[in-house]
């Protein structure tokens, strides 16, 4: 099973950027689908942005479209998650996730991943 490692939270101020990355080991990413999820506390867990194999499809929830960009780099088995305009209500910890399946339709819905990272805690300051 693939372990996933987030990195590049931290401390900003509102309006910012920030860049979050997921390092991948174990497993090659160029064949799971992938996706940024965030939970504050108190508050469920949210689904941000996904991407597929390939990295040619993508989707966003609407709180972060046209602010955040995922990519991805298969050949550094990584992830990436690129924050710009960032507000105070995106304060959280981030997660990144992966899974075997693409299932473009749900593709923000928890469940369908099995593997997740430990998380990156993002603080925007207003």
């Known amino acids: 099973q693939v372990q996933l490692v987030e990195s590049g939270g931290g401390l900003v101020q509102a309006g910012k950027s920030l860049r979050l990355s997921c390092t991948a080991s174990?497993?090659?990413?160029?064949?799971?689908?992938m996706a940024w999820f965030r939970q504050a506390p108190g508050k469920e867990r949210e689904g941000i942005s996904c991407?597929?194999?390939?990295?040619?499809?993508?989707s966003y929830a609407d709180s972060v479209k046209g602010r955040f960009t995922i990519t991805r780099d298969n050949a550094k088995n990584t992830l990436y998650l690129q924050m710009d305009t960032l507000k105070p209500e995106d304060t959280s910890m981030y997660y990144c996730a992966a899974d075997r399946w693409w299932n473009g339709g749900a593709c923000l819905s928890a469940p369908q991943y099995n593997s997740w990272g430990q998380g990156t805690q993002v603080t925007v300051s207003s």
């Open positions: 174990g497993s090659n990413i160029n064949n799971l689908a």
């Open positions: 991407i597929n194999f390939g990295g040619g499809l993508t």
